[in-house]
């Protein structure tokens, strides 16, 4: 009997216990409340800050093509400078109106015979051109592959160094380095009488035409989409991914280079590739041709 008996509990202590359970559980219910009400006032500001990235963006593209016309006209200035008249003693002679456009026409296939793109009256002022050899001949065609801004520098740099020819004299030879619908174009700015009369001019109009913001997001989307394929080796690779970054990231440094190989390299390549970020590109390219051969 007085065993049975010190096993009962006090009704106070099993109200107590029952009292203190249901706080705890009235606590834990009002915690998570609070919480869903912190992620209910905080849900507005996560989507401003979403709807704000967003027009960011669509304003990047924009300030982008802004401030890469106002480099390369920065940098044509500055080669604007080093330019040097042509030497008509040592050069042959293709003569060249300047007074008056004409009708750019398709390059000869012969490039030993004299250009007819711009054929000169004899009563008017001439210049002397070169016309160019087929070799190293930079050219530009306007499909979204083609790059529009190395292909003024490549230009511009090809009638200077191995032509010496000035800005003025590259301006009105320029449609001898455009084929297809490049050319097609020029030839309408000539139908409309719109043909630039400074190098400025023609630089702000190529870019308007073949750097547009379309062609701005179609190089994006290829760079995105740039990776190694299985028949690629590593030189090729290296080559066309340089091509595209140098295009989409100008401000970046060859260690960015690098971490963008790494990402965009073949990952069969990579498993067997000790290399690390912390190498030079020469060596990563050393041992990804080891692999190669293992491959």
């Not at 009704?11 to 009400?37: C, G, P, R, Y």
């Amino acid at each position: 009997m007085a065993s049975t008996e010190e096993k009962k509990v006090p009704i106070e202590k099993v109200a107590q216990v029952t009292s203190d359970t249901l706080t705890q559980h009235a606590k834990e219910i009002h915690d998570l409340q609070e919480s869903i009400k912190s992620l209910q006032s905080q849900l507005p500001e996560d989507i401003q800050t979403c709807q704000d990235v967003f027009n960011k963006g669509l304003l990047s593209t924009e300030t982008k093509l802004k401030a890469d016309i106002h480099e390369l006209r920065e940098m044509v200035a500055d080669i604007q400078q080093h330019f040097t008249s042509p030497n008509p003693e040592s050069l042959p002679t293709t003569k060249v109106n300047h007074h008056t456009p004409t009708v750019p026409t398709r390059q000869s296939t012969d490039l030993n015979t004299p250009s007819t793109h711009y054929i000169s009256p004899a009563t008017l002022g001439t210049q002397t051109i070169v016309v160019p050899p087929i070799s190293s001949f930079p050219t530009f065609s306007g499909k979204s592959t083609d790059r529009p801004r190395q292909f003024l520098l490549r230009v511009i740099e090809y009638t200077r160094t191995i032509h010496k020819w000035s800005i003025n004299t590259l301006l009105q030879g320029i449609s001898q380095f455009l084929k297809d619908a490049a050319l097609e174009w020029y030839c309408q700015l000539y139908n409309t009488n719109s043909l630039p009369e400074t190098w400025d001019e023609f630089v702000t109009q190529f870019l308007a035409q073949f750097h547009s913001p379309l062609r701005i997001a179609q190089q994006e989307h290829e760079w995105d989409e740039c990776k190694q394929q299985e028949n690629e080796t590593i030189n090729e690779f290296v080559v066309r991914l340089r091509s595209l970054w140098l295009e989409q990231k100008p401000d970046e440094t060859e260690i960015d280079f690098i971490k963008h190989l790494f990402c965009k390299m073949r990952p069969d390549m990579l498993t067997l590739m000790n290399a690390n970020r912390s190498q030079t590109l020469s060596n990563i390219i050393t041992e990804a041709q080891q692999v190669e051969e293992i491959l």
